[in-house]
């Protein structure tokens, strides 16, 4: 039985989390999240608290968690960095969610964070491959005046 007690600083919190995921123990990863969350000392969570959570669920494109754990980011105020947005299109990308992965573009330049190259590439392709050229034509609009590889920009 783990004494929550001795988890004085929230690194202590993220390093628990992240050793349980790396271990494969993701429920009991969430659990803690969870007991985090309600704590009252209300310690503040950090990209890095969810960093594991989107980390395990973009590796099997589970989409449904990825969405929760993102609604939990925005309902906590926790500023995204590149790790989870990265982790959040790829997982998109997996589950073959090109929508979805186009629209996590916008939160990315937003937070200065510079979409992988190859993403785009893939997210533009499929895109126009399901014919969905409106969102293509977005996404492209989107990524032109942002210092990407040669192969986006011509």
């Known amino acids: 039985m783990l004494d929550y007690a001795k988890f004085v600083t929230l690194s202590d919190w993220n390093l628990l989390?992240?050793?349980?995921?790396?271990a494969g123990r993701i429920e009991a990863a969430e659990k803690l999240l969870q007991r985090l969350l309600s704590d009252p000392l209300k310690k503040t969570p950090s990209a890095l608290t969810f960093h594991p959570f989107f980390r395990q669920f973009s590796r099997v494109g589970n989409v449904e968690?990825?969405?929760y754990y993102w609604k939990l980011i925005?309902?906590?105020g926790v500023e995204p960095d590149a790790r989870v947005l990265t982790s959040l299109q790829l997982g998109y990308l997996r589950a073959r969610n090109y929508v979805a992965a186009a629209s996590v573009v916008p939160e990315m330049l937003a937070a200065k964070v510079h979409p992988e190259a190859g993403h785009?590439?893939?997210?533009?392709?499929?895109l126009f491959a399901a014919r969905k050229f409106d969102e293509a034509l977005k996404l492209w609009l989107l990524v032109q005046g942002f210092k990407l590889p040669h192969s986006i920009q011509s």
């Open 120 to 126: 785009i590439d893939i997210t533009l392709f499929k």
């Open 17 to 22: 989390i992240f050793e349980l995921e790396k």
């Open 65 to 67: 968690k990825l969405k």
């Open 74 to 76: 925005k309902e906590n």
